[in-house]
């Protein structure tokens, strides 16, 4: 039977969602139409609006940065990590990447009756050794179990105090034509350690998580001179996620060449197995940087200097149109955009 | 959703009544059903399926096809590459 | 890796665009089939660098996109049932029924887990003798053999609680419906390398040799696909119409012999309903009656299923390539990757996600912004 075109239809659009999906913690698209459209609303100032990795703050004429966190990764263990230096390290970067030198943390715990207590104990050691290590203290505390079922296993919750720098007003909205994007390093370790120990991908060098604290590395940056206009840290949604939040923030188009873009040949691989796209596959030991042309120079040597920047390079530009878009000039030679994440491709990554 | 990708068989055995390989993709080795492909041995290519191998890489076909295909662009000059016509 | 990377080679990309355009005496319309060769052109521009000469227009080649809309309920029944564990690949789980998906199903406490193998679900109901599993087969006839040895194996180990919910649907009646159509504007198409890799590509010759358009087995990198478009144009502008083979490290004429048989053993050919499209006869694979205690659709009694498809999308003209994602006007605005209004935008592997994530900025530019 001959099937006419005019019949064709398409399916209904479903109504707006009214329950929160997985896909909404996954650092992409609909988490931030969560914050726009329930958050905000609600909770509304223009510090939060400023929707930085973290807000700054007058008080008393101190500029204090403040952050706060959660980390809910599964497996709470992982190559290069575990669910309590990921707290403490994710923390001190949201502070470090808005130019704050970071000073307190404060540490939240959710548990789930029956964990095991020597985990709770690996845990809590980690994050010790961590704060230690990079130079912070953990000065509160809170702790609150729930019933088996009611949580997995342990939910950590964190804040964090530092204070900015003066002179420093870095954010995502500085972004202008001209200026340079500088990724400290490879990208898509961490989202891909957390994936392949839970696929139980058996690599022949296993992929470890980049989890470190950027401070030190942004702490030579900004010593190293004026020029940089903003630095986040592209954990969760990935490269992409965080490269089109400072376009949209700053109203400009970014252009990005594919061939400049550190990729470990395990992560790819990892990848094109699974079926994922590195710029969408979480860091926790990188940060971007748009810094002045003149400066780019400078600031890239200075990383070089550093362990965590020691593979840094510039990835592109900030282009001269108002088109809030991310670009990418693939090796054909041929342009593509590269969109926030949309859904989740990996829950549970941080 | 046809997601397939080439891999090189490291070993197999027989499990369960199927036969499986440990099967490598770049730096990662998983098992892959090996039941479809008899044929093929250790350090055979196959195109494995959702766990499956449904193909066996023929080496020789490939080497000679990709041998053409390397002549064409031996012929071409380096440069950037640039996309010709109407932008 | 070895068969991936040589394959992405831009100088050879390079002159194989070269060689294409110098053939080309004409403008010629080539479709390629399947979603996962779409994903390459768009991913690498290769549509653009063939342009003026070759237009490429995208067929219905995302299974996921083209379950029908009754399935798709149906599953969603099945899934919110408390004592199913429902278990899926996750492109299925955005899928849009009639009143939600999957993902909200799982929301809501539906057991829905993704897997990456039908063999994962098996093993699942292996681990849980005491809850029914029901795995959502879904594909083209790549995935039919797996499918077919799961149902197989679960059968021969007696297993009860596993049972599978079948919406294969077949590439080759597709490609016949829109070459009967009388606005198929489609000179030449790119055969889906992977189904041609199970079934061979006898059944593509037959419709070369009907329609007198010429057909072209293609892989799934740039080099594949480019090479897959100069044999084509070589053809047309021959004024030949045959089957050829571009994917040979992969392909044979006659397909993977066990793997039919299998499939043989299992499936049997039905009609089946492809949403946006309609009924096309003798276009899908359902169970074989010996095992229908392992078919969801008879083990579950889940009535009539009527399905509401209210006309607003154009899905099924971009599934049969009349019109490109952006001829919409809902495209990128009421209908993206978050909110699709039809399945070519869930699918990842979709014309319009494919469209939306990376070219939405010559959109912009159309638009002046």
Same mark, same amino acid.
């Given at each position: 039977m001959p099937?006419s075109i005019?019949?064709f239809?398409c399916?209904?659009?479903?109504?707006?969602n009214?329950?929160?999906?997985?896909?909404?913690?996954? *650092?992409?698209?609909?988490?931030?139409?969560?914050?726009?459209?329930v958050?905000l609303?609600?909770l509304?100032?223009s510090?939060l609006g400023?929707?930085?990795?973290q807000?700054?703050?007058d008080? *008393?004429g101190?500029?204090?940065?403040?952050t706060t966190?959660s980390?809910v990764?599964?497996?709470?263990?992982?190559?290069?990590?575990?669910?309590?230096s990921?707290?403490?390290?994710?923390?001190?970067?949201?502070?470090?990447?808005?130019g704050?030198d970071p000073l307190?943390?404060?540490?939240?715990f959710?548990?789930?009756?029956?964990l095991p207590?020597e985990?709770?104990?690996?845990?809590?050691?980690?994050?010790?050794e961590?704060?230690?290590a990079?130079?912070v203290?953990?000065v509160?505390?809170d702790?609150?179990v729930?019933e088996?079922?009611?949580?997995?296993?342990?939910f950590v919750n964190?804040?964090g105090i530092?204070v900015?720098?003066?002179g420093v007003?870095?954010?995502?909205?500085n972004?202008?034509?001209?200026d340079?994007v @500088?990724?400290?390093?490879?990208i898509?370790d961490?989202?891909m350690?957390?994936?392949?120990?839970?696929? *139980?991908?058996e690599f022949d060098?296993?992929?470890?998580?980049?989890?470190a604290?950027?401070h030190?590395?942004?702490?030579?940056?900004?010593?190293?001179?004026t020029?940089?206009r903003?630095?986040?840290?592209p954990?969760?949604?990935?490269?992409?996620?965080?490269?089109?939040? @400072?376009?949209?923030?700053?109203g400009?188009?970014i252009?990005?060449?594919?061939?400049?873009?550190p990729?470990?040949e395990e992560v790819?691989?990892?990848?094109e197995?699974l079926?994922?796209?590195?710029l969408?596959?979480?860091?926790?030991?990188?940060?971007?940087?748009?810094?002045?042309?003149?400066?780019?120079g400078?600031?890239?040597?200075t990383?070089?200097?550093h362990?965590?920047g020691?593979?840094?390079?510039?990835?592109?530009t900030?282009?001269?149109t108002?088109?809030k878009?991310?670009?990418?000039?693939?090796s054909?030679?041929?342009?593509?955009?590269?969109?926030?994440?949309?859904?989740?491709?990996l829950p549970r990554?941080? | 959703?046809?997601?397939?990708?080439p891999g090189?068989i =490291?070993?197999?055995?027989?499990?369960?009544g199927?036969? =499986?390989?440990? =099967?490598?993709f770049?730096g990662i080795?998983?098992?892959?059903?090996?039941?479809f492909v008899p044929?093929?041995?250790?350090?055979?290519y196959?195109i494995?399926?959702v766990g499956?191998a449904?193909?066996?890489?023929?080496a020789?076909?490939?080497?000679r096809?990709?041998?053409l295909?390397e002549?064409m662009?031996?012929?071409?000059?380096?440069g950037?590459?640039?996309k010709?016509g109407p932008? | 890796?070895?068969y991936?990377?040589? +394959?992405?080679?831009?100088?050879?990309?390079?002159?194989?665009v070269e060689?294409?355009?110098?053939?080309v005496?004409? %403008?010629w319309v080539?479709m390629?089939?399947?979603?996962?060769q779409?994903?390459?052109?768009?991913?690498y521009?290769?549509?653009?660098?063939v &342009?003026p000469?070759v237009?490429?227009?995208?067929g219905p080649?995302c %299974?996921?996109?083209v379950?029908?809309?009754?399935?798709?309920d149906?599953a969603l #029944?099945? #899934?919110?049932r408390?004592?199913i564990? /429902?278990?899926?690949?996750g492109?299925?789980?955005?899928?849009?029924?009639?009143?939600?998906?999957?993902?909200? $199903?799982k929301?809501?406490g539906?057991?829905?887990?993704?897997?990456?193998s039908?063999?994962?679900?098996?093993k699942?109901?292996r681990?849980?003798?005491?809850?029914?599993v029901?795995?959502?087969a879904?594909?083209?006839?790549t995935?039919?053999?797996a499918?077919?040895?799961a149902?197989w194996?679960?059968h021969?180990e007696?297993l009860?609680?596993?049972?599978v919910?079948?919406s294969?649907?077949?590439v080759?009646?597709?490609?016949?419906?829109?070459?009967?159509?009388? &606005?198929?504007?489609v000179?030449g /198409?790119i055969a889906?390398g992977?189904?041609?890799?199970?079934m061979?590509?006898?059944? +593509?010759e037959?419709?070369?040799?009907?329609?007198?358009?010429p057909? $072209?087995?293609g892989g799934f990198e740039?080099? !594949?696909?480019l090479?897959?478009?100069?044999?084509?144009?070589?053809?047309?502008? !021959?004024g030949r119409?045959?089957a050829e083979n571009?994917y040979?490290?992969?392909v044979?004429?006659?397909g993977? &012999?066990p793997a039919?048989?299998?499939?043989?053993r299992?499936?049997e050919?039905? !009609?089946?309903k492809?949403?946006?499209?309609?009924d096309?006869?003798q276009?899908?694979y359902?169970?074989?009656?010996?095992f229908a205690?392992? !078919?969801?659709e008879?083990?579950?009694d889940?009535?009539?299923?009527? &399905?509401?498809?209210?006309a607003?999308c154009?899905s #099924?003209?971009v599934?049969?390539g009349l019109?490109?994602p952006p001829?919409?006007?809902?495209?990128?605005?009421?209908?993206?990757?978050?909110?699709?209004m039809?399945?070519?935008?869930?699918?990842?592997e979709?014309?319009?996600a494919? +469209?939306?994530? +990376?070219?939405r900025?010559?959109?912009l530019?159309? #638009?002046g912004?």
């Amino acid at each position: 039977m001959p099937v006419s075109i005019e019949q064709f239809v398409c399916p209904a659009p479903l109504a707006a969602n009214d329950t929160v999906l997985l896909g909404h913690g996954s *650092g992409g698209r609909l988490s931030a139409e969560l914050v726009r459209d329930v958050f905000l609303p609600a909770l509304g100032n223009s510090i939060l609006g400023e929707l930085e990795d973290q807000a700054t703050l007058d008080v *008393g004429g101190a500029r204090i940065a403040f952050t706060t966190d959660s980390f809910v990764v599964k497996p709470l263990f992982f190559r290069g990590g575990d669910i309590g230096s990921l707290a403490v390290y994710g923390t001190i970067n949201d502070l470090a990447v808005g130019g704050a030198d970071p000073l307190f943390l404060s540490a939240a715990f959710i548990i789930e009756e029956g964990l095991p207590m020597e985990t709770l104990r690996r845990v809590a050691r980690s994050m010790g050794e961590a704060a230690t290590a990079a130079g912070v203290r953990i000065v509160t505390a809170d702790t609150k179990v729930v019933e088996k079922g009611s949580g997995d296993g342990l939910f950590v919750n964190t804040t964090g105090i530092g204070v900015l720098r003066p002179g420093v007003a870095l954010s995502a909205s500085n972004a202008r034509a001209g200026d340079q994007v @500088i990724l400290s390093g490879y990208i898509g370790d961490h989202g891909m350690a957390i994936l392949s120990e839970r696929e *139980g991908l058996e690599f022949d060098m296993p992929i470890g998580s980049d989890s470190a604290p950027l401070h030190t590395l942004t702490r030579a940056m900004l010593d190293a001179g004026t020029g940089i206009r903003a630095m986040r840290d592209p954990t969760r949604g990935g490269l992409a996620s965080t490269l089109n939040e @400072i376009a949209v923030q700053s109203g400009v188009t970014i252009e990005i060449e594919e061939t400049a873009i550190p990729i470990r040949e395990e992560v790819k691989g990892a990848c094109e197995l699974l079926g994922l796209d590195p710029l969408h596959v979480a860091n926790e030991g990188k940060l971007v940087a748009v810094v002045a042309p003149e400066a780019a120079g400078a600031v890239l040597n200075t990383m070089h200097g550093h362990r965590l920047g020691a593979d840094a390079c510039i990835i592109g530009t900030v282009s001269g149109t108002a088109r809030k878009l991310v670009l990418m000039r693939t090796s054909f030679g041929s342009t593509r955009v590269i969109d926030m994440l949309a859904g989740d491709q990996l829950p549970r990554i941080c | 959703m046809c997601l397939a990708i080439p891999g090189k068989i =490291v070993d197999s055995e027989e499990i369960g009544g199927f036969r =499986v390989g440990n =099967v490598r993709f770049g730096g990662i080795t998983r098992k892959v059903y090996l039941d479809f492909v008899p044929e093929a041995a250790p350090g055979d290519y196959v195109i494995v399926h959702v766990g499956f191998a449904i193909s066996r890489v023929d080496a020789e076909e490939a080497e000679r096809t990709f041998a053409l295909l390397e002549e064409m662009g031996a012929l071409r000059d380096d440069g950037v590459f640039e996309k010709d016509g109407p932008s | 890796m070895k068969y991936l990377d040589e +394959y992405r080679d831009p100088k050879i990309a390079r002159a194989l665009v070269e060689q294409i355009r110098a053939r080309v005496t004409r %403008p010629w319309v080539l479709m390629e089939i399947c979603g996962g060769q779409t994903h390459t052109l768009m991913r690498y521009g290769i549509d653009e660098l063939v &342009a003026p000469g070759v237009e490429l227009v995208h067929g219905p080649g995302c %299974p996921v996109c083209v379950t029908a809309l009754e399935t798709i309920d149906k599953a969603l #029944a099945i #899934a919110s049932r408390p004592d199913i564990t /429902f278990a899926s690949y996750g492109d299925m789980l955005r899928v849009p029924g009639s009143h939600s998906d999957l993902f909200r $199903v799982k929301a809501s406490g539906g057991d829905v887990r993704i897997v990456y193998s039908p063999m994962d679900a098996l093993k699942l109901a292996r681990a849980m003798p005491e809850r029914k599993v029901v795995f959502f087969a879904v594909g083209f006839e790549t995935t039919a053999p797996a499918n077919a040895m799961a149902v197989w194996q679960a059968h021969r180990e007696g297993l009860a609680n596993f049972s599978v919910l079948v919406s294969h649907v077949l590439v080759p009646p597709a490609i016949r419906l829109l070459l009967e159509s009388p &606005a198929n504007r489609v000179q030449g /198409f790119i055969a889906p390398g992977h189904v041609c890799t199970v079934m061979g590509y006898r059944e +593509y010759e037959e419709l070369a040799r009907e329609f007198h358009v010429p057909m $072209v087995v293609g892989g799934f990198e740039p080099l !594949d696909l480019l090479e897959a478009i100069l044999m084509l144009v070589g053809q047309l502008e !021959d004024g030949r119409a045959e089957a050829e083979n571009q994917y040979v490290r992969s392909v044979a004429r006659e397909g993977n &012999a066990p793997a039919r048989r299998i499939m043989d053993r299992v499936f049997e050919v039905a !009609d089946r309903k492809w949403r946006g499209i309609g009924d096309i006869g003798q276009s899908g694979y359902r169970l074989r009656p010996e095992f229908a205690m392992h !078919d969801a659709e008879r083990v579950f009694d889940l009535g009539a299923v009527t &399905a509401e498809e209210p006309a607003e999308c154009i899905s #099924a003209l971009v599934l049969q390539g009349l019109k490109k994602p952006p001829d919409c006007s809902a495209f990128g605005t009421r209908c993206t990757p978050e909110t699709p209004m039809g399945a070519p935008m869930v699918s990842t592997e979709g014309a319009c996600a494919a +469209y939306y994530v +990376y070219r939405r900025h010559e959109l912009l530019t159309l #638009a002046g912004n």
